[in-house]
């Protein structure tokens, strides 16, 4: 069956850095588009990042951009979300996802697999 698992969340002072990665198994990974999305408690799931099948375009919400990059290597079925300057409020659990075409990006209804996520806290 398709799993994604996530990982490389934590605890980071405010202005730190972190590399989420999520590894992939049971399905064709090249052939899907990733993407990454948070939800804090009481709030609904936020997109922040994708890219496609290929890894030639990505894919940012105003609110991240410049501070989050997602890259994948399709050889290890892996993708990346690399958070630079992180602030209080990027605390969330974040996810992964895959979806196996490049529209609708955004809306998380339209992702076929989910990862279980992985904690982000950001001390101030």
Same mark, same amino acid.
């Given at each position: 069956? $398709?799993? *994604? &698992?996530?990982?490389?969340?934590? *605890?980071?002072? %405010?202005?730190?850095? *972190?590399?989420?990665?999520?590894? =992939?198994?049971?399905?064709?990974? @090249? @052939? /899907?588009?990733?993407g990454?999305?948070?939800?804090?408690?009481?709030?609904?799931?936020?997109f922040?990042?994708?890219?496609?099948?290929?890894?030639?375009? +990505?894919?940012?919400?105003?609110? $991240? !951009?410049?501070?989050?990059?997602?890259?994948?290597?399709?050889? !290890?079925?892996? $993708?990346? *979300?690399? #958070?630079? @300057?992180?602030?209080?409020?990027?605390? =969330?659990? /974040? /996810?992964? %996802? =895959? !979806?196996?075409?490049? +529209?609708s990006?955004? #809306? %998380? +209804?339209?992702?076929?697999?989910?990862?279980?996520?992985?904690? $982000?806290? &950001? @001390?101030?």
């Amino acid at each position: 069956q $398709v799993q *994604l &698992v996530e990982s490389g969340g934590g *605890l980071v002072q %405010a202005g730190g850095s *972190l590399r989420l990665s999520c590894a =992939a198994s049971g399905l064709t990974f @090249s @052939s /899907y588009a990733m993407g990454w999305f948070r939800q804090s408690p009481g709030e609904e799931r936020e997109f922040v990042a994708a890219i496609r099948r290929s890894g030639d375009r +990505t894919y940012y919400p105003d609110s $991240v !951009k410049g501070r989050f990059t997602i890259s994948r290597d399709n050889t !290890k079925n892996t $993708v990346y *979300l690399q #958070i630079d @300057s992180l602030k209080p409020e990027d605390t =969330a659990v /974040y /996810y992964c %996802a =895959a !979806k196996a075409s490049w +529209t609708s990006l955004s #809306i %998380a +209804t339209r992702y076929d697999y989910w990862g279980r996520g992985t904690q $982000v806290t &950001v @001390s101030s």
